[in-house]
């Protein structure tokens, strides 16, 4: 175990299940390390919480409700002083690279050893990124993760035939946003023009599928 900071650092947790939430207080509670600020069972209360208190590290189950811990940190992330997240989750599946993409500094396996889930914590507020193995040539293949929500809602609106300005009526944006926007995707897809952009959108649904 490394030395504690002479600062603690302010840990915020999110579980929707109370007995895990209640062990991991604890944990954190009892390591001088860290200084627990408050937990939550549901993002929202989470997000209003983090909101009004700022801390350095937040620890998040995967599947918190109601919106989950992907669109959590996409919504804090663009924060000024926004936290470092740590994905609390199942190995299984492609849970561990979803939560990198989505943008957490690291992630802590359910199954693994409770030293594991603080050691973790200490190297994300350290400025490390902790994941256990991912094969980031899946993270390449598909940059259509790497938009954020408001631009894959765009690509999906797009998709359907709506021009900039049903777009911006759509999305009660102004149409300078909606080509700032497309300008992005466009970028984050490597294509060229609108029907690129739509002729990806599809292969990359009928890939998945």
Known sequence: MTEPSPHPIDVMLADNNP???????????????????????????????????????????????VLGAAKLIEVLREQDNAPRFVVYGDVTGDVPRLAMQAGAAGFAPRSGEVEGLLETCADVADGKMVFPFIDVRKMQQDPIHNLSRKEREILEALAKGLSNRELSKDLQISTNTVKFHLSNIYEKLTVKNRAQAIAYFYSSRMASE
């Open 19 to 65: 007995l895990v939430l209640s062990a991991m207080s604890e944990i954190f509670e009892r390591d001088p390390r860290f200084s627990l600020v408050a937990t939550s069972a549901t993002a929202e209360g989470f997000l209003g919480a983090v909101m009004r208190v700022p801390v350095h590290v937040c620890v998040v189950a995967w599947n918190i409700p």
